[in-house]
């Protein structure tokens, strides 16, 4: 595995535990019923970095795509 092999795989394992962390807190968040919370603020942050991390991961991919050709 190279770098650009390794620098997926950590991206996409960041991304599986963003994910998780995500289901927790929201489940979380559902149980203590608090609207507007700073939990909330959490979530909702965790989800844009997590929308970013995908991003990232593709252009990622469409390099290693072109390198490998």
Known sequence: MNGLENAQHDLSDAQFSLETAIDLLSSIDTDIDTQGSELQSVIEHLQRL????????????????RVEL
């Open 50 to 65: 997590r929308s970013e991390l995908a991003d990232s991961f593709r252009k990622l991919h469409d390099i290693t795509s």
